[in-house]
């Protein structure tokens, strides 16, 4: 059997889809997913609270995935596309969880496992303290990324990140991860 | 000092740095996936405005959302701000935050406690 992304976000419990895509990620479909999901919310009359919550989450997940996934492993036969991932947004009895996929070099495997971890053992008030540690210290890269991402996903959602690294090759991994945004 | 004017669109605030009035209003939505490019005139702009600033500078943030790219930038406003303020000059922060968006009241809290420099949150009450 190939390698499928989607093999990876299958043992999921399936809740209903709110948007799916797959493909190649840039700036249009960044903006084509926000647009989306916005109106879906609004139209379903979700609690502003609520509503804007998880449009923050979506914002820092596709901002994730836009800027630190990796080429696509030459292997991986999708055709001409430089930035392959998948976004699921769904929603079950919890709440709306979205799940970003994409591939990543091994090399950064660890570091990123690390970064991860320590999120998820860190209660509320530390990861609001090391929130700010970052924002006020990290050096920023010349597009102003500065580390928060994951930090602000976890900080708004109050859950753990749920995640999973899946080998492809020497080189590359499948890496996905998911936020559980819960229903007030 | 020419004033800086940029019309919001759904993904960059509107901003008005006025250097007359002494009144900056950033609002709207700040999310590009590039904000040093969006931010970068701005504190260009506040580095030369530093060297001879008004008695009082005001300054008014209303965003709906922003990302964490942004929030550093906005950072990098608030420390110009700051240095102002440390030069004896009057600098007053106006946070705005819709009424329940707890979220956007902890972002401003969180510039409070690292910026010396007056803030004061409102609530904007629908």
Redesign the interface.
């Known amino acids: 059997m190939s390698f499928d992304l989607d093999n990876l976000i299958s043992d999921h419990n399936p809740g209903d889809a709110i948007f799916y895509f797959k493909g190649n990620i840039d700036s249009d479909i960044i903006n084509n997913v926000l647009d989306s999901v916005e109106f879906k919310l609004i139209t379903i009359n979700e609690h502003p609270r609520l509503r804007k919550k998880v449009y923050n989450v979506l914002v820092e997940s596709l901002q994730n995935l836009y800027h630190h996934a990796d080429h696509v492993p030459v292997g991986f036969k999708v055709g001409n596309q430089e930035k392959y991932g998948i976004i699921l947004m769904d929603k079950n009895i919890e709440g709306y969880r979205i799940t970003t996929c994409n591939f990543i070099s091994n090399f950064r495997v660890n570091e990123l496992e690390s970064k991860i971890d320590r999120i998820n053992k860190s209660s509320v008030e530390e990861i609001k303290e090391l929130y700010k540690d970052v924002l006020n210290h990290q050096e920023v890269t010349d597009k102003g990324l500065g580390g928060l991402g994951l930090i602000d996903i976890a900080r708004k959602t109050g859950n753990k990140l749920d995640y999973k690294f899946t080998r492809f090759d020497d080189a590359y991994s499948a890496f996905c991860l998911s936020a559980l945004i819960n229903e007030e | 000092m020419e004033p800086i004017i940029i019309e919001g669109t759904?993904?960059t605030p509107s901003i008005r740095f006025d250097s007359k009035e002494g009144v900056f209003e950033i609002k709207g939505r700040s999310?590009p996936?590039?904000?040093?490019?969006f931010?970068k005139p701005l504190n260009e702009w506040l580095d030369v405005y530093m060297q001879s600033p008004l008695e009082k500078t005001s300054v008014n943030i209303r965003l709906?959302?922003f990302?964490?790219?942004?929030?550093?930038?906005i950072?990098d406003v608030f420390k110009r701000l700051e240095s102002i303020h440390r030069s004896k000059h009057d600098v007053e922060i106006n946070w705005f935050y819709?009424e329940?968006?707890?979220?956007m009241l902890?972002a401003g809290e969180?510039y409070d406690?690292?910026i010396k420099v007056p803030f004061k949150m409102i609530e904007i009450v629908e």
């Open positions: 759904s993904k999310i996936e590039n904000s040093v490019e931010y709906e959302y990302n964490t790219s942004s929030s550093k930038c950072l819709e329940d968006d707890e979220d902890e969180d406690s690292i």
